[in-house]
Antibody, heavy 123, light 108 residues
């Protein structure tokens, strides 16, 4: 059974960098899947932050691209999110999730999600 | 970037009724890479439909998806009490994923 678990500080000061990690269990992160980060401000909808693919390619939401970095640590079977220069607008529940594609190149959306972690940006 | 617009914003229905939720894309969605998720308060989203019309594992057959190009629909044939939640569509065909703003399905 695939499980994802987010971890990181629940409180970040304005202008600092938000750093979160998603630990994956039940599956090797280096296999043919892609991994993503999604956030949800309190009371609002879902916003895709970015994804990293098995090839190492990364894709980011254009509105966040200048501040986001997603990376994978295969030795620890986890992937990470860094969001720099945060403001109160970055306060949200942050989710990590897994998507996959089959041998024919057909893509599937995020089918496994972490429980989410609330990050508050405040001084 | 593909923008997804969901309608209505809120849908008020009674258990046993049929629900029809719409998702319209600003441009054609590649290979019908359109998904639907259900989210309940305090929970992560749950994948319902992928590829516009395929049910994810374990999803009851009262949930069905249809559409192609720019117009997609999620239908719940007969509402159960546990179906009242917020529903999101997502396009994942381009390297830049996007979500719709959501439709809240509430008990009338």
């Amino acid at each position: 059974q695939v499980q994802l678990q987010e971890s990181g500080p629940g409180l970040v000061k304005p202008s600092e960098t938000l750093s979160l990690t998603c630990a994956v269990s039940g599956y090797s992160i280096s296999s043919g899947y892609y991994w993503g980060w999604i956030r949800q401000p309190p009371g609002k909808g879902l916003e895709w932050i970015g994804s990293i693919y098995h090839s190492g390619s990364t894709y980011y939401n254009p509105s966040l691209k200048s501040r986001v970095t997603i990376s994978v640590d295969t030795s620890k079977n986890q992937f990470s999110l860094k969001l720099s220069s945060v403001t109160a607008a970055d306060t949200a529940v942050y989710y990590c999730a897994r998507g996959h594609y089959d041998s024919s190149g057909y893509y599937y959306p995020f089918d496994y999600w972490g429980q989410g972690t609330l990050v508050t940006v405040s001084s | 970037e593909i923008v997804l617009t969901q309608s209505p914003g809120t849908l008020s229905l009674s258990p046993g009724e049929r629900a029809t939720l719409s998702c319209r894309a600003s441009q054609s969605v590649s290979s019908s890479y359109l998904a639907w998720y259900q989210q309940k308060p305090g929970q992560a989203p749950r994948l319902l439909i992928y590829g516009a019309s395929s049910r994810a594992t374990g999803i009851p057959d009262r949930f069905s998806g249809s559409g192609s190009g720019t117009d997609f629909t999620l239908t719940i044939s007969r509402l159960e009490p546990e179906d009242f939640a917020v529903y999101y569509c997502q396009q994942y065909g381009s390297s830049l994923n996007t979500f719709g703003q959501g439709t809240k399905l509430e008990i009338k």
